[in-house]
């Protein structure tokens, strides 16, 4: 069964620093997500993304954050300027439109 | 705005006994509602979607009901197995979202013990 692919399964990096979050959606969906769960902490909606644009994002998504599909496949999730809450798994998420949501395995993303 | 709770928060059951997890929302105009299956350090797998005009959706040993009126929706799994200890989580599509918005409840954690 295809299934959403997420890399690295674990990123450690500094405060203030940048980090990009990578995903390969089930290769015919049209509509991706990010998620994230802080540790013991409900998951929460970040952004989706249709057609090469933001449709919808949540209070959490700063300027600090924004999402890029670079070309057929990837779907990248950039954190410019990293805090120590932004520590959290962060979920990749695909759909067909009407169907249920695919979620990958997730980053561990550490902010020391 | 829109609250999902679920109840309880963990469970532990003998094998071969029937599960029963609760969900509850606030807000009753929805779109659909999903349950979810969390395994330690992975992400989400969907079990059932049940849309809004549905009562209740099945597969398998899993059935899950919808009672939108009351807010509330309820998981039930069938002669449980030590497989099937995870965390399940409930998610609500609220009718004013987009596709893919969902809000989450805290999952209940299910241990089956052989």
């Known amino acids: 069964e295809p299934e959403v692919t997420q890399t690295p399964s674990h990123q450690v990096t500094q405060m203030g620093q940048e980090v990009i979050l990578r995903c390969v959606p089930i290769s015919n969906h049209l509509y991706f997500y990010w998620y994230r769960q802080i540790l013991g902490q409900k998951v929460e909606f970040l952004v989706s993304f249709y057609n090469n644009e933001i449709s919808e994002k949540s209070e959490i998504f700063d300027d600090q954050f924004s999402v890029e599909r670079p070309d057929g496949s990837n779907f990248t999730l950039k954190i410019r300027s990293t805090k120590l809450e932004d520590s959290a798994m962060y979920f990749c998420a695909s759909s067909s439109g009407g169907s249920p949501l695919h979620f990958g395995n997730g980053t561990r993303l550490t902010v020391t | 705005k829109q609250e999902v709770t679920q109840i309880p928060a963990a469970l532990s059951v003998p094998e071969g006994e029937n599960l029963v997890l609760n969900c509850s929302f606030t807000?009753?105009?929805?779109?659909?509602l999903q349950w979810f299956r969390q395994d330690p350090g992975k992400g989400l797998t969907s079990l059932l979607l049940?849309?809004?005009?549905?009562r209740e959706q099945t597969s398998g040993r899993l059935n899950a009901s919808l009672d939108k009126s009351s807010g509330r929706s309820t998981l039930y799994i069938a002669a449980s197995q030590p497989g099937d200890s995870a965390t399940y989580l409930c998610a609500v599509r609220r009718s004013s979202d987009s596709w893919g918005k969902l809000q989450f409840g805290a999952g209940t954690q299910v241990v089956v013990t052989p």
């Open positions: 807000d009753s105009a929805i779109y659909n």
């Open positions: 049940i849309q809004s005009s549905q």
